[in-house]
T-cell receptor
């Protein structure tokens, strides 16, 4: 069972360009989470999505950032008009639906993380 | 709001030494507590968790006990190996939420 996939692994953009980060959850997972890790800091929650719905976007910046998780295809984190301060590692995590134990016996709370996308804004 | 504070690194130990990484938290509800490990170039992996007071999480020789009275969840291992070198993150998930709140991470370096 493949893990959470993120691409690209590295992304370089110039100021003012758009960045699109993709996340494919683990098979059978319908919940996706995005986190941002600034240099020398811990991960900060951005947004929690289920298929076609944004459940919690309390950590998303009010401007330039958006996220979607369509019925088909990966989840997308989109950053418009990037600035240098957007340079960070962006991690996606997924978890199974509430009615599934997760297979490992660890319950519904475990989030499985992808390898991250490292965004550099020049 | 919720927050997690963990000791700053790097922590440098010799192989077979005892490890403690301190973690304290602030939460409004009754959170679940987690330790994640991040190896170079990889995503985070769940190391262990505890969902209520006095629970002990354990995995791969690592242990942590949920102490409500001191709001702590310190990570311990009796004998570290070079392969344990990584960044360790303490995290919480508060009641009714699915978002994880992370500490800033502690880098562990184990020397042979």
């Amino acid at each position: 069972n493949a893990g959470v996939m993120q691409n690209p692994r590295h992304l370089v953009r110039r100021r003012g360009q758009e960045a699109r980060l993709r996340c494919s959850p683990m098979k059978g997972h319908s919940h996706v989470y995005w986190y941002r890790q600034l240099p020398e800091e811990g991960l900060k929650f951005m947004v929690y999505l289920q298929k076609e719905n944004i459940i919690d976007e309390s950590g998303m910046p009010k401007e330039r950032f958006s996220a979607e998780f369509p019925k088909e295809g990966p989840s997308i984190l989109r950053i418009q008009q990037v600035v240098r301060g957007d340079s960070a590692a962006y991690f996606c995590a997924s978890s199974p639906p509430n009615s599934v134990s997760g297979g490992s016996g660890r319950g519904i709370n475990e989030q499985f993380f992808g390898p991250g996308t490292r965004l550099t804004v020049l | 709001g919720d927050s997690v504070t963990q000791m700053e690194g790097p922590v440098t130990l010799s192989e077979e030494a005892f490890l403690t990484i301190n973690c304290t938290y602030t939460a409004t509800g009754y959170p679940s507590l987690f330790w994640y490990v991040q190896y170079p170039g990889e995503g985070l992996q769940l190391l262990l968790k505890a969902t209520k007071a006095d629970d002990k999480g354990s995995n791969k020789g690592f242990e942590a006990t949920y102490r409500k009275e001191t709001t702590s969840f310190h990570l311990e291992k009796g004998s570290v190996q070079v392969s344990d070198s990584a960044v360790y993150f303490c995290a919480l998930m508060d009641t009714g939420r699915r978002a994880l709140t992370f500490g800033s991470g502690t880098r562990l370096q184990v020397q042979p």
